[in-house]
Every structure is written in C-alpha cells, then in structure tokens.
Nanobody, 119 residues
Framework: QVQVVESGGGLVQPGGSLRLSCATS????????LGWYRQNSGNQRELVAE???????NYADSAKGRFTLSRGNAKMTIFLQMNSLVPEDTGVYYC?????????????WGQGTQVTVSS
C-alpha cells in the first residue's frame, strides 16, 4: 500500500523560510512524478512544484526564484525549501505521488501540512 506523509509546516513571518518534507512508502513500478500542491480556503489545489524521474522540475510562476524542490537520499523523498515567504503562500501544502502507468495515472496524496505566513 502506497502512503505519502508530509511534515514541516508551521507559522512564519513574511520574509521567512520553511522547509517541507515528503516521504513515501510502498512499492510502485515504472515512472512517477512527485510534487507539491497548495490549497487555500475555497480554492482548488494548485501546483507549486513537481519533478519527474529524469530530474526535470516544473515550478509555478509564483514559486520560481523563491522555492526549491529537491530530492532526498531515500527513494521517493522530496523537500520543498520555501524562502522569502509572503502571506499569499499561506495554505495547506500537499505532497502528491503520481504513478504513470501505461493507461492510467494513479494519484496518491498526503494528508497535507498547514503553512501560515503572517506577522
């Protein structure tokens, strides 16, 4: 059974930094993507950053230059270093594992971690 677990959220002042962690467990086969999504109250989840097995990482425009997605030494582990945080970054951050089977994409979501940017 595949599990996705996030950690590292919290309250930070504008201009501050946070580092989120995502650990996955379980056995998967084939290609996959790992990424971070954010959801504000009343809005849909939106992409923050996502990487694939080739190492290519796609960032949302709002994240470019401030956020960095990196891989951990453990397989299927990623981090999100967030710098120069602004109140608009507030939300629940979800880690998403997408298994890319030939005919269907299988998404696995974590439970989310709250990030609040406020003075």
């Amino acid at each position: 059974q595949v599990q996705v677990v996030e950690s590292g959220g919290g309250l930070v002042q504008p201009g501050g930094s946070l580092r989120l962690s995502c650990a996955t467990s379980g056995t998967i086969y084939g290609r996959y993507n790992l990424g971070w999504y954010r959801q504000n109250s009343g809005n849909q989840r939106e992409l923050v950053a996502e990487t694939n097995i080739t190492g290519y990482t796609n960032y949302a425009d709002s994240a470019k230059g401030r956020f960095t997605l990196s891989r951990g030494n453990a397989k299927m582990t990623i981090f999100l270093q967030m710098n120069s945080l602004v109140p608009e970054d507030t939300g629940v951050y979800y880690c998403k594992l997408t298994v890319l089977n030939p005919y269907v994409e299988l998404p696995y979501w974590g439970q989310g971690t709250q990030v609040t940017v406020s003075s």
